[in-house]
């Protein structure tokens, strides 16, 4: 069963960088997309951004250009590079991996906003 394990959560002040890692234990290719989903403190989880197999990307309306999306197919790694952070970004952020209608969730990493 694939794994994910994502990497490089932390705490960071407002207007600070962070970028997260999503390791996948198989060939990223043989995905549709994988991508990132975050969770606020009693809020719903909700799509951050996605990369599918031909590197098209796809971004939540309210990141408003601040957060990039990339892989690294031969390390199989996805990226999250996350600047000009505001503590509304404060989440526990998940990747994960389709395949058809079968989604695969990492466990999660907290990054934390905060001055």
């Known amino acids: 069963q694939v794994q994910l394990v994502e990497s490089g959560g932390g705490l960071v002040q407002p207007g600070g960088s962070l970028k997260l890692s999503c390791k996948v234990s198989?060939?990223?290719?043989?995905?549709?997309?994988v991508g990132w989903h975050r969770q606020a403190p009693g809020k719903e989880r909700e799509f951050v951004a996605n990369i599918n197999v031909d590197g098209l990307t796809q971004y939540a309306e309210f990141l408003k250009g601040r957060f990039t999306i990339s892989r690294d197919q031969v390390k199989n790694t996805v990226y999250l590079q996350m600047n000009s952070l505001e503590t509304e970004d404060t989440a526990v952020y998940y990747c994960y991996a389709n395949i058809n209608t079968r989604r695969t969730w990492g466990q999660g990493t907290q990054v934390t906003v905060s001055s």
């Open positions: 198989e060939n990223i290719a043989n995905f549709d997309n």
